[in-house]
């Protein structure tokens, strides 16, 4: 599968972001023939080789083949946004977007089943975010954890997206749904760790559930109930489970296949100063939300070695890693929006995704793009992050 997670090639630039335009299509003209002279299937193949941001400028009949179901899925962003500037009626609304690289326009996602009623900010906590905590799972958008507005867990199923089908769907049902805990995926399964219900209660706080596409299974309690305090990325890496509570500087490790908690390395920890992602699992990241600064941990040093430094990377809130062969980072930063980082230049190169008017990210993941035959979502226009 051709990667085109690429949408520029200019260090500290945003991709045009537009607005999409959606008109009726000559279904005679979708019935023309991709590559003149060969059969279908066998021009499929041909073309599922070349860059699909090519195939996007070359015509409208290849362009209408990329986004359809049977053309092997490019990667996009899907970022959970909320208003920059809310009222009382939209000040926890959140909204989720699906930003599409070739084309540079930003979609809105269907609405997920039921209404979902979070609150993100609350007068009685002026200085406390309330997270809403979601994993990236078998090519599905998971989303794990949240707040009501009278303090509850918000879901007590995981709600899944499917950017395939563009249909929202349920998981089995959490054991003990809950809040400001821990959440990740390694090696195919999805882990909730600590965190509190309702109420606070020792054995939530202490409990590990493991999901992997049957039922919540508990796993090993942690040894301490510290890590129920605040929302955790739990990063999968090399099969273990990396929790670290930036606040505080504690940071735990759970083995898949000893299904144990341990220590976390002193150099791991000390350099974990900001939102942290791994790139297949195998090379993990780290954005100083401080300093701007990226830098990839080396294991058998056990340190992390500094690879770039940007003023756009500073309040770094959120960061998610594409395959290894892309090379990409994408990184939540408040004010500076989405910054893209490829790694794999040297020097690194970075640019800023443009958001829709009106929006702040909180959360960003990269998965499949959807299929959209008949180019049937609304598009939104977004506001210049450069």
């Known amino acids: 599968m051709a990667n085109t997670f690429n949408t520029s090639t200019n260090s500290c630039t945003a991709p045009s972001t537009k607005l999409r335009k959606f008109t009726p299509h000559n279904h005679q003209q979708q019935d023309e023939a991709s590559l003149p002279g060969l059969p279908d299937h066998i021009a499929q193949l041909c073309l599922s080789f070349v860059n699909p941001s090519l195939l996007y400028s070359v015509c409208h009949s290849w362009r209408r083949l990329i986004y359809s179901p049977s053309f092997p899925p490019f990667f996009s962003l899907y970022a959970l946004l909320h208003h920059s500037q809310p009222s ?4 926890n609304s959140i909204e989720f977007f699906n930003f599409d690289p070739i084309s540079s326009t930003w979609d809105i996602l269907p609405p997920p089943p039921p209404p979902l009623c979070v609150i993100l900010h609350h007068p009685s906590f002026i200085s406390r975010n309330f997270s809403i905590q979601s994993v990236s799972f078998s090519q599905n958008l998971v ?4 707040t009501t507005h009278n303090f509850a867990p918000a879901l007590s199923h995981p709600l899944i997206f499917n950017p395939l089908s563009k249909t929202w769907s349920f998981g089995p049902p959490l054991a003990t749904p809950r809040r400001w805990c821990g959440a990740g995926a390694v090696r ?14 020792n054995d939530t706080a202490r409990s590990l559930e493991k999901w992997d596409h049957g039922e919540w299974k508990k796993k090993s ?3 301490d109930a510290r890590y129920s305090r605040d929302a955790i990325d739990a990063v999968g890496w090399r099969g273990k489970l990396c929790m670290v ?8 490790v759970y083995s898949v296949d000893k ?12 350099g974990w100063r900001g939102p942290v992602a791994a790139m297949d699992e195998d090379v993990m990241y780290v ?17 992390w070695e500094e690879i770039m430094e940007s003023e ?16 990409k980072l994408c990184v939540v930063c408040g004010e500076n929006g989405i910054v893209v980082v490829d790694v794999l230049a040297s020097p690194g190169r970075l640019w800023v995704v443009d958001l829709p008017i009106g929006f702040e990210a909180l959360r960003v993941h990269i998965l499949p793009r959807m299929s959209r035959p008949d180019f049937d979502f609304p598009a939104v226009p977004s506001t210049s992050m450069e």
């Open 221 to 223: 309690r942690l040894k």
């Open 88 to 91: 009382n009626s939209n000040s």
């Open 312 to 327: 756009k990377l500073r309040g770094a809130q959120h960061v998610a890693a594409a395959a290894a062969a892309a090379g």
């Open 287 to 303: 954005v100083d939300e401080a300093k701007g600064a990226l830098r990839k941990y080396d294991h058998e040093k056990d340190l």
């Open 143 to 146: 989303l794990l954890a949240a």
């Open 188 to 201: 195919g399964a999805v882990y909730v760790a600590s965190g509190v219900g309702s109420h606070f209660s």
């Open 259 to 270: 299904d144990e908690w341990e220590e976390m390395p002193d150099g791991m920890l000390y």
């Open 245 to 252: 509570n930036v606040k505080a500087k504690e940071g735990i």
